[in-house]
């Protein structure tokens, strides 16, 4: 029975992360002078983008869990895309968690912009290799393929209510 919470959990991280996100915007809403349209901007770009994306730079660069990710999505493991990825999901989780200490503005911006672009390019990596490859492993087909297309969408939602000319 743990074995299969375990698995159901890491299968499923993300939704936990956007659940994160969700409540922290409400709390920020609440004691903050941000709109609500900027509290659910900065979460999800502190959560969705920073803390989860910085995150799976480490599960994809260090060994064992970089196998076993691979593994999850139905690659091979030990390929140099992995350190590819890590580098990119560091990158962006660097700027997302930064996004979480500054004021909305152009950085904010940039950070959204460029991480909708990554995750959803990724997302639909997912999908191709779904359907031309029929790969259904759960890390590929599952929830973070719907992440990589979901997000991308919250984020330029969120960041066209809460820019000036909205």
């Not at 922290?24 to 900065?42: P, R």
């Not at 950085?107 to 990724?122: N, P, R, V």
Request: hydrophobic share 55%; glycine share 10%; charged share 10%.
């Amino acid at each position: 029975m743990k074995r299969f919470f375990a698995k159901l959990f890491g299968e499923n991280i993300v939704v936990v992360y956007m659940v994160v996100a969700i409540v922290y915007a409400v709390i920020t809403i609440n004691v903050t002078d941000l709109t609500w349209e900027e509290a659910f901007l900065q979460s999800f770009l502190f959560w969705c983008v920073g803390w989860f994306l910085a995150v799976s730079f480490f599960l994809h660069w260090i060994r064992p869990s970089a196998d076993r990710i691979a593994e999850g999505l139905g690659w091979s493991k030990g390929s140099p895309w992995q350190k590819e990825v890590a580098a990119a999901d560091g990158a962006f989780g660097i700027l997302g968690i930064i996004c979480g200490f500054t004021s909305p503005g152009d950085f904010w911006t940039a950070t959204a912009i460029g991480a909708s672009f990554m995750l959803f390019m990724m997302g639909v990596g997912h999908v191709i290799d779904t359907v031309k490859s029929e790969n259904r492993s759960p890390l590929n087909a599952g929830s973070t393929m719907y992440f990589g297309l979901l997000i991308p969408v919250v984020l330029v939602v969120f960041l066209i209510l809460s820019s000036p000319w909205s």
